[in-house]
């Protein structure tokens, strides 16, 4: 079976694209792959409407990562639901998911994104840094597991 590697240089690359080309069926799929939460895929395009930017990539017709925004379209904007299949982790799509995205928000005065468990090393990689200031309201244990300095600290 031939890796998916193999066909990095064939990826198409698509920032704010007509979403109703979109395979959201995969898009469910791909979160449910990486052990996100299972998504609704009605409710995961209505979510993706809403964003000012959102960025897929596809291997021909497979969706292989994807990405978002949240925004008030001026001051402050959070980059969420950074997905990459786990077939093409580890080859920079993730960077280039997140960094298109970035740029796209240059004009905010605040750009954040709260990272997935064991992702924190990725971000810092690539230059985001860690806030000091940030807190979260927990709606559930698994958030308090994922997102919250326990006594001994952070993960």
């Given at each position: 079976m031939e890796k998916a590697y193999h066909h990095m240089?064939?990826?198409?690359?698509?920032?704010?694209p007509d979403l109703t080309d979109i395979p959201w069926d995969q898009a469910c799929q791909l979160m449910d792959?990486?052990?996100?939460?299972?998504?609704?895929?009605?409710?995961?395009?209505?979510?993706?409407e809403k964003?000012?930017?959102s960025y897929f990539v596809f291997d021909d017709t497979r969706l292989v990562g994807f990405g978002r925004t949240v925004d008030?379209?001026?001051?402050?904007?959070?980059?969420?639901?950074?997905?990459?299949h786990?077939?093409?982790?580890?080859?920079?799509?993730?960077?280039r998911i997140v960094n298109s995205l970035k740029d796209a928000l240059d004009d905010y005065l605040?750009?954040?994104l709260t990272a997935a468990r064991g992702k924190h090393g990725f971000y810092k990689k690539i230059g985001w840094q860690q806030?000091?200031?940030?807190?979260?309201?927990?709606?559930?244990?698994?958030q308090i597991e994922d997102h919250c300095f326990t006594e001994d600290g952070p993960e």
């Amino acid at each position: 079976m031939e890796k998916a590697y193999h066909h990095m240089t064939h990826l198409n690359h698509r920032l704010n694209p007509d979403l109703t080309d979109i395979p959201w069926d995969q898009a469910c799929q791909l979160m449910d792959m990486v052990g996100w939460e299972k998504r609704n895929v009605m409710e995961l395009r209505a979510a993706f409407e809403k964003s000012t930017y959102s960025y897929f990539v596809f291997d021909d017709t497979r969706l292989v990562g994807f990405g978002r925004t949240v925004d008030d379209s001026q001051y402050y904007a959070l980059i969420v639901d950074v997905v990459v299949h786990p077939d093409y982790q580890g080859k920079g799509l993730g960077t280039r998911i997140v960094n298109s995205l970035k740029d796209a928000l240059d004009d905010y005065l605040f750009t954040t994104l709260t990272a997935a468990r064991g992702k924190h090393g990725f971000y810092k990689k690539i230059g985001w840094q860690q806030q000091s200031s940030a807190f979260i309201w927990p709606r559930n244990e698994s958030q308090i597991e994922d997102h919250c300095f326990t006594e001994d600290g952070p993960e």
